[in-house]
């Protein structure tokens, strides 16, 4: 007998996105990661490979964050079940850009999927932010949602925990620069103040209500005015080479935002179109050749549906 | 000749709306105050007349808010010409629901119509905001934005200052109660921390983003949900009386929120119709009624439309 075997893609995401630190992230299209799993009879979860890492995942089933959500959705599901589990990640690490949250969407999706979808994409929501706690110490949600419910997610609260699918203007696009350098999450998290001034606090919450506002009412002009970061922006951006040039850019070329992508490195900037995002993209990636730095490209939309099941036999 | 008279009514208003602390505040249709206006050939600004107030408010011209604000305005203008004024307050002061607004809103509302409408009423907001100046100390402006424009109002930003009206689910009803005991805007701001833990803040910003989500998209449960303020209200609910008590009433009895209004002592209720919010505040009186304090209650929609034009002749 030929056990049920699956492939599927869970996509990148932009957590905080500008003023919206812990609370808001949206899905795209790519990059992403991929996992195949197969049943097996072994009753065991087993790790058969992992790529594109370069070495540098755990292969132990235990500490590997995909096979250890497979081992969550077990335990939650009271299934007994043996699976084997190949890991294709397709994004780099320590992006900025929520590769283990890419990795443990793609593995929940699958089992999930390979056992007959027993819990809901919101049920798979606490495990994947039980995979985020493994991966960096904390269950935050802001890449686990949209990477699992797609679009662009609100965390309202997180005990009880509350995800809100916000509406936005279909036209948006972003573009992505991932540049070379290495910003460790643990170590940008700690960087960051434990108080702050109420006085800063309430411009960065005006402008959350202004983000949030010009998201629900498709008002561009508005998003683009509200995405700026009081608060873990200038502590963070000095860890980017570049950044406030690199906003500059952004914004002498009609981005209607730019800011960083989760904890960095990895920047973003919203804008109108595809053609915007585009010529913008380059001319950051010329800035950052002339230091000697390379960078990663990424166009996408924001991806409204979340991770693919690409096949299932 | 018989020189142009004008009346003009301006609403009370409910500031911060919960977790959204000098950046929300939505009108009232009740209470409010009414500001009579002539032209007179005098040259000067005279304050003919203020009834209603026990006495209590400056007579001075120049340190009466409705004088105060109508001078302003010439200077602005660069018109030269004599103006008499009565006010007559309406609504209590120090009560937390923007009277010092009502004043300053319905002066500017008169002279600007006398004068036919050389600012709109964008432009007079900043004029109003000077008037907050001097009566509180600070020129906040989620009070007179409100009163001034109608509606649900968010200060996306002070500087500039960018402010934007909200949509609402058009069934809400507001019920206000205002306790008589004595809180002046000044003390109660003075309580308040300068700094408060990153922790707090991003569940404010949380509730934020989930209230303007609500409102926008006509979630009336969401809103319900994510009224709570975490920052400012636990250091306020102490100088209104049994607070928490009144709290629990009104979410015992369907109401979708409960807070205080402006820095207190008056707290409001947003219910899903008039009837919930009637029964609420009488709940509320009989609770204050054990101890002795007396109240007053008020039950309103949403004001859209702001400041009245009673008459002009």
Not at 285 to 300: A, F, H, R, V
Request: glycine letters at 10%.
């Amino acid at each position: 007998m030929q056990h049920k075997r699956i492939s599927v893609f869970a996509p990148a995401s932009v957590a905080n996105v500008g003023c919206g630190y812990d609370i808001l992230g949206f899905a795209l299209h790519e990059p992403g990661d991929r996992v195949i799993m197969q049943l097996n009879d072994t009753g065991k979860v087993t790790l058969d490979r992992v790529e594109g890492d370069d070495g540098l995942l755990p292969r132990d089933p235990g500490k590997n964050i995909v096979s250890a959500v497979v081992n969550y959705f077990l335990k939650k599901t009271g299934i007994t079940q043996g699976v084997s589990i190949e890991l294709y990640k397709q994004m780099p690490f320590g992006s900025g850009l929520g590769s283990s949250s890419a990795s443990a969407v793609a593995g929940l999706v699958a089992i999930n999927e390979l056992m007959g979808t027993p819990l809901t994409r919101e049920e798979l929501l606490p495990l994947a932010m039980e995979g985020e706690r493994l991966a960096c110490g904390n269950a935050h949600a802001d890449n686990v949602a949209p990477a699992l419910l797609g679009g662009l997610v609100l965390i309202r609260s997180y005990d009880p925990l509350d995800v809100i699918r916000l509406p936005y203007p279909e036209n948006l696009y972003v573009g992505i620069l991932y540049p070379h350098v290495e910003i460790p999450t643990l170590e940008a998290r700690k960087i960051l103040k434990t108080n702050i001034a109420v006085t800063d606090a309430i411009k960065q919450w005006g402008n959350i209500a202004g983000l949030v506002t010009g998201f629900c009412t498709q008002n561009t002009e508005l998003i683009g005015r509200s995405l700026e970061d009081f608060i873990i922006e200038p502590v963070r951006a000095m860890l980017i080479p570049r950044f406030y040039e690199m906003r500059k850019i952004a914004t002498d070329h009609n981005a209607l935002g730019f800011g960083i992508s989760g904890s960095g490195p990895s920047v973003f900037t919203l804008c109108q179109n595809k053609e915007t995002a585009r010529k913008i993209l380059l001319l950051l990636q010329e800035l950052l050749n002339k230091d000697g730095i390379g960078s990663t490209p990424y166009l996408s939309a924001i991806n409204k549906t979340g991770p693919l099941v690409e096949w299932i036999n």
